[in-house]
């Protein structure tokens, strides 16, 4: 396999890493809060069998995915949802961060061990298929390579989006205690993880824009080296700008 492409696919893979582990340390805040009201074994086990739950389904789901990854309109619904979580995600942090934390707590603790355990597989659910989207968009653009078709799409780009989900789960359940550490320390980090998500959906607008049956853009320009350029320096600003903004928030709370 051509060096080039082994480079292209290694920096998409580190690239899911780092957003894997931002969206996981995310999401184990949100699984905390609502086994938090069991006994530690029971924590335990719901936590696990939601672990169980969502390596299934988001193999499953990436099987059914790539299938229809080349449909246009899978495209744009995919696009549009990768948006709105994007959105919807950074207001409700900016606007209504403490009701929307205290409705979660409030309606954890009415729910008994398996009522939990289902609540915590929906949400993995969910977890899943925004990951899995955003994976997609990132590897769509990547060159095809001399692997054989795993379900309807080409084996290397099937196997970086898989490993990159399944480093996702494995961070979420083992190292999302650093992870959230550094979202502590960085608040910004997770406004920028959700910005970077919906920049995804952006890359996803475009594919689908360029796509042979729409047209509205050149297919030529949605796979170009051009794009991709400017795709990879935008998402590198929007990681820096949650790095170092929240660098002079982190200083004066200490001082305070």
Known sequence: MDISILFEYGWVLLLLIALEGLLAADNALVLAIMV???????RKKALFY??????????????????LVDVWQVQAIGALYLLFIAINHIVRKLVFKNKEENKIEKEKKKSGFWGTVFKVELADIAFAVDSILAAVALAMTLPNTPLPNIG??????????????LIGLVIMRFAANMFVKLL????GLEIAAFAIVGWVG?????????????????HDFAHSTVWKLIFYTIL????????????????SQTAA
């Open 184 to 187: 502590h320390s960085r608040p």
């Open 202 to 218: 952006v890359k996803l607008a475009v594919l689908t824009l360029g796509h042979h049956d729409i047209g509205v853009i050149s």
């Open 236 to 251: 590198i600003g929007i990681a820096a700008a949650g790095w170092f903004l929240t660098k002079e928030k982190k200083e």
């Open 36 to 42: 938090k009201h069991l006994p530690e074994e029971d």
């Open 152 to 165: 309807g799409m080409d084996g290397g780009k099937f196997l970086v989006i898989f490993a990159g989900g």
């Open 50 to 67: 939601g672990l169980a739950g969502a390596f299934v389904f988001r193999f499953a789901s990436l099987f059914i995915i790539s299938f």
